[in-house]
């Protein structure tokens, strides 16, 4: 006997899928960039070893743009839901055992590669089942839920769930492996029950475009990509994704691998439960609430004359950690109510001054035809800083010290600060005039679009556009996988690095490569302009110069750096 109509309706209601959803989505995100992190202290890792580790795991929300459009061509966006919420338990409940063996670290590592794919393919199919199954006045009225249980599930991965873990250790003298195996176990039991929950009252959520083969995915996946490069003041938009977190990306994870680590070498000795509820419990209800604040401030003023101050509020409240350093260096710690003070006085800055780097990638850099997807490529670019910025945290730390570092840190935020007062702003003014159907689809036409340039703009806008790709590949490479050599060269010592100077000065063959045709290119751009004085796109060609020049510098630097290891 099917269920009564007015019973299907209640079920059906968002209230009963997007809540658990959301903290579906937000349990794994943090238990693999932020309970791995603790847990690994804990079991005695080095700060290097943490840090460069999980920095490379971040890499995989970053390439989410390159396989969602693939995950349209087979079943429902509920099925690899399903599958990825079923496939984590059991990746979780692996790295619970492999916990009391020798090399559990490295099998740990890898279980949360697998993981950090599953976590993002399930962000990627979660989302568009909320795109596709509510309208856009429904998306505005859960839009808060979303945040909400998010954090809730950051609040139980990593606060709640490690607290009680470690009262329940403390209670039955468990040893350390003991304990970080049932956090594994019980967020594995946690997630099942969601996937379990959802196979009942999660929608389908509805396919708009169904790709008929991978060579028309290709086809759609490169034309987002090409017109993501056709934006004028393209180069000063990524300076700004590139450096505004500069300096949170190494305060990130070093910033709590400090409070854990003991006083004797210079950290504030607090224990992982200690830890788990200033980061997750009063640190999240300080960031909740300089969001809140923080985008009601560019509400009220507007982006232009709000990001300046986001940007000194994201990163002046990076000193707390340099007065917390100064007490560690000391080397008689700090009283849990100062601790948990400063850190939120951090965690309040952050999220205040964060908005103005999401609102700016909306604003500025997302709106054309394929908003969402250039949305999509500019918050992957922002995560593939934090990569390199988290990984090389751990070890600058163990080699300058805590207190030197967290001054490097305030060094590292100027940037930030700078590129929030310098940003462009090349839609302001501009008035999104399209076609009448374009208007009715939704679609937005901004002046970048081909439809409203002059033959020769068009063109100079192509070449110039190409010019950036070649150089994007260039950054990419470095922030990739000269980032992944670098790393591996950790813990290593004078004269055991050959393998990985061979690779580097391969990648440094791939860039010279990348770098010849960004020249090559620009060139024929600067040529193009000629036909049209006063061209926007002729800028888009000299930042990729630009851009090319700083990778040189940087790659000789990381050369040098590989020969020393080396030799």
């Known amino acids: 006997m099917s269920p009564p109509p007015a019973a299907v309706k209640i079920l059906k209601n968002p209230l009963f899928w997007v809540p658990t959803l959301y903290l579906a989505m937000g349990i794994p995100f943090n238990v693999i960039n932020s309970t791995a992190s603790t847990m690994f202290k804990s079991l005695g890792v080095s700060d290097g070893q943490n840090t460069v580790a999980l920095g490379s795991v971040i890499i995989a929300w970053s390439l989410k743009p390159l396989w969602a459009a693939f995950l349209d061509m087979y079943r429902t966006k509920k099925f690899f839901v399903l599958s990825m919420e079923l496939l984590m338990p059991l990746l979780f409940v692996g790295i619970a055992m492999s916990l009391p063996l020798p090399g559990f670290f490295q099998i740990a590592i890898a279980l949360l590669w697998v993981a950090a794919f599953a976590s993002s393919t399930q962000d990627i199919c979660a989302d568009g089942i909320y795109l596709t199954a509510l309208d856009k006045k429904a998306q505005a009225n859960y839009a808060g839920v979303q945040g909400v249980f998010w954090n809730l599930g950051k609040v139980l991965a990593t606060g709640a769930l490690i607290s009680g873990m470690q009262l329940l250790a403390d209670a039955h003298s468990w040893s350390a492996q003991k304990m970080w195996s049932g956090v594994w176990i019980v967020t594995a039991i946690v997630m099942a029950l969601l996937a379990i929950y959802h196979f009942f009252f999660l929608p389908t959520g509805s396919i708009a475009h169904r790709p008929h083969s991978t060579k028309q995915v290709l086809e759609d996946f490169v034309g987002s990509a090409t017109t993501f490069f056709h934006k004028r003041a393209f180069w000063g938009m990524i300076a700004f994704v590139f450096l505004y977190r500069l300096g949170e990306g190494l305060l990130m994870v070093e910033g709590k691998l400090f409070i854990q680590s003991g006083i004797d070498s210079g950290g504030l000795g607090l224990n992982a439960g200690q830890v788990a509820n200033i980061d997750a419990l009063y640190g999240t209800v300080a960031n909740i609430a300089g969001g809140i604040l923080g985008g009601l401030f560019l509400g009220k003023i507007g982006l232009r004359k709000a990001l300046p101050f986001l940007g000194l509020c994201l990163n002046i409240p990076h000193f707390t950690f340099v007065i917390l350093s100064h007490y560690g260096a000391a080397k008689h710690g700090l009283d849990y109510g100062t ?8 965690k309040f800055g952050y999220g205040f001054g964060f908005i103005g780097n999401m609102v700016y990638m909306m604003q ?34 163990e080699w300058l010290g805590f207190s030197t570092f967290f001054i490097v840190v305030m060094f590292a935020s100027v940037p930030s600060v700078w590129v929030a007062y310098r940003a462009p702003f090349p839609l302001d003014g501009d008035d999104h005039k399209g076609a009448s159907e374009d208007a ?20 100079v806008q192509r070449t110039a556009g190409r010019a950036s790709m070649y150089a994007m590949l260039n950054v990419l490479t470095l922030l990739i996988i000269d980032a992944k050599i670098l790393g591996n060269l950790q813990g290593k010592t004078v004269g055991t690095g050959q393998i990985e100077l061979a690779l580097l000065l391969a990648a440094a063959a791939l860039k010279v490569f990348l770098s010849l045709q960004t020249f090559k290119i620009a060139a024929q751009a600067d040529d193009e302009s000629a036909a049209c004085p006063g061209n926007a796109y002729r800028a888009n060609a000299r930042g990729a110069k630009i851009a090319t020049w700083i990778c040189g510098v940087i790659t000789l630097g990381i050369l040098a750096f590989g020969a020393r290891m080396a030799f």
């Open 440 to 459: 009715a689809k939704g679609i937005i036409v901004t002046a970048d679009d081909a439809t409203r340039l002059s033959a020769a703009e068009q063109q």
């Open 364 to 397: 500025q850099i997302a709106p054309g035809r394929c908003t969402m997807t250039h949305y999509a490529f500019a918050t992957a670019l922002m995560n593939f800083v934090l990569a390199p910025t988290t990984m090389a945290s751990g070890p600058l730390a």
């Open 339 to 346: 601790i948990a003070a400063l850190v939120s006085i951090e």
